[in-house]
């Protein structure tokens, strides 16, 4: 057992995960001390600031401090063995602490937003389920272990099928949630049982290193890059035979699995059923971040673990994989464009907005190139928050009409000018138009298809963001001009709703009139930290 002194900064990779579970936990029996829903509140927006402050941290430090650098924390002080069989660990490159922050900063802008939007009764539990997802997506984000990864899709899984159910009076809301629950629970099962696959067919195969047998068998996600690696060394790996056939059958099982996670087609059938259903601050997470769970995981999977491999099995069922991704994603965005023409549900509407735009991160991923790398990863970022900004507008204009068809939302802007400013920005940017963040991120994806030479994919993301811009013009025409066709409901958002879509509207905004340099001075680190996966394992077994 190797001995390893962890800089002082390794430790806010545990803590950005152990703050929100212990929020969570708190909560209640808060509530049950006090009857205090004005602390509870204030408990909630505590843990969800102090996770965002500290993921912003590990941000900062990865990316300018310590460039290059992966943050490695060794839960329970149990450094990993040699042959790498115990211990859990958090490893975070870039790209794992900017998925963190990102979860963060959108849980502590929804925390914010249902101060005014979450009505009395059952608080204390709401946040609890909120803290909680917070908890597993900053597990997902930060773990290097592939066995914990399946333990933190539960617990974000559990958290969100709760959260679908909040209002658990309506029978929609409900039959949402267990149709999400019993989807995400056989995709969790699927993947469980690829766990147990990879690591039982790896344990057949072995490396020696003087005169020690070490088996391949692992779950730490650098222990199976190390797999895949010496399988390429002629000679070095005993049972080398084995190797092959359990990298493609874990990859083909964990690739449906995360595409389910990701609603591509054709696993998208839960998304637009679950997310309208959800209250408006939990709609803004699933849609903004939790689904972006399935690409990171891929992501991860792919371009950590199999494609540093230089064994042509490997190498050959890397290859199909990526060609999975990019036919899924093409069908992702011309279907979901399809079904944005034909809704009158706003909530629904944005939905299957969510299936187009995961549909273009997974035709990026698919290039296998940098330029595809950087592009998909600097669209997860504005697509995050340009979606819960229109979720979060979306909510105030359904709050003040009372209603969530299209039509019931005419003349919304009369009432109230900032849940029309927060929709009409969000979906301009959405659709792709100039100077807004999905437009950069739009530009980027298509010349990464373009230097792919895949002229198909350039032309699917132009199609189908002309549809998405049809639906969107008549949401934004009855919000706008069209006169109110009845009474409003009599309820006015909040400031503390008002202050999170003007927030999100400027930073919308700010996403696309500085991405020279926020990709120059940040999707660019992150893209090259995953093309370097060398890094990823040295510092998990070397220090």
């Not at 943050?71 to 490159?93: E, H, K, P, R, S």
């Not at 290193?209 to 650098?222: D, H, M, Q, S």
């Not at 996670?261 to 054709?266: D, E, G, V, Y």
């Not at 199609?463 to 009845?486: E, I, N, Q, T």
Request: net charge positive; aromatic share 14%.
């Amino acid at each position: 057992m190797r001995v390893m002194v962890l800089a002082w900064w390794s430790f806010l990779v545990g803590l950005a995960s152990t703050l929100p579970i212990t929020g969570a936990f708190s909560t209640p029996l808060l509530w049950v001390a006090t009857r205090s829903r004005r602390l509870v509140r204030a408990w909630a927006v505590f843990f969800a600031a102090a996770t965002m402050l500290v993921a912003a941290a590990n941000l900062y430090h990865l990316l300018y401090v310590e460039p290059g650098r992966v943050a490695v924390y060794y839960f329970g002080g149990w450094v990993l063995a040699t042959n790498y069989q115990v211990g859990i660990v958090y490893t975070v490159d870039a790209l794992s602490a900017l998925m963190g922050f990102l979860a963060a900063a959108l849980v502590f802008a929804a925390t914010l937003y249902s101060l005014e939007y979450i009505g009395e009764g059952g608080e204390e539990w709401y946040y609890t389920l909120l803290l909680g997802l917070l908890a597993g997506l900053m597990g997902v984000f930060y773990t290097g272990d592939a066995f914990n990864l399946f333990v933190m899709l539960e617990v974000v899984g559990v958290s969100a099928y709760s959260l679908v159910a909040y209002y658990r009076g309506d029978g929609r809301a409900v039959e949402a949630a267990l149709k999400y629950a019993f989807v995400g629970s056989i995709a969790t099962t699927v993947y469980f049982i690829s766990l147990v696959i990879v690591y039982y067919g790896l344990s057949s195969a072995y490396i020696v290193v003087e005169g020690e047998r070490i088996p391949l068998g692992t779950l730490n996600i650098a222990g199976l890059q190390f797999a895949c690696r010496v399988a390429g060394i002629e000679g070095a790996v005993h049972g080398l035979n084995i190797v092959a056939p359990v990298a493609a059958v874990f990859i083909s099982m964990a690739v449906w699995v995360f595409m389910t996670k990701a609603a591509l087609f054709p696993n998208h059938f839960w998304l637009p059923d679950a997310h309208p259903a959800a209250p408006s601050p939990v709609s803004a997470l699933l849609s903004g971040v939790v689904v972006k769970t399935g690409l990171y995981s891929l992501i991860r999977f792919i371009y950590t673990v199999y494609m540093p491999s230089r064994y042509a099995p490997v190498a050959e069922v890397t290859g199909v994989v990526l060609g999975v991704l990019v036919v899924a994603g093409a069908l992702s965005s011309l279907v979901a464009g399809f079904m944005m023409l034909v809704q009158d549900d706003v909530k629904r509407l944005i939905a299957y907005s969510t299936v187009m735009h995961m549909g273009y991160v997974a035709m990026a991923v698919g290039l296998g190139t940098r330029m595809g790398l950087e592009a998909a990863v600097y669209h997860m970022v504005t697509h995050a928050v340009g979606k819960a900004l229109f979720f979060f507008s979306a909510g105030m204009a359904i709050m003040v009409a009372g209603s969530r068809s299209i039509d019931g939302l005419s003349g919304v802007a009369e009432e109230s000018p900032v849940a029309a400013l927060g929709v009409v920005v969000a979906a301009l940017g959405l659709a792709g138009a100039f100077p807004l963040g999905c437009f950069s991120s739009k530009l980027l994806l298509y010349l990464a298809f373009v230097e792919r030479g895949a002229v198909l994919l350039a032309i699917v993301l132009i199609a189908s963001s002309a549809m998405a811009f049809a639906a969107y013009s008549k949401l934004v025409y009855a919000l706008v001009f069209k006169r109110p066709r009845g009474g409003f409901s009599g309820r006015r958002p909040g400031s503390w709703m008002r202050i999170v879509v003007l927030s999100f509207s400027a930073l919308f905004v700010a996403l696309g009139v500085f991405a020279p340099y926020i990709v120059g001075g940040v999707v660019s680190p992150v893209a090259a930290a995953v093309l370097s996966p060398e890094s990823y394992y040295r510092a998990v077994f070397m220090g």
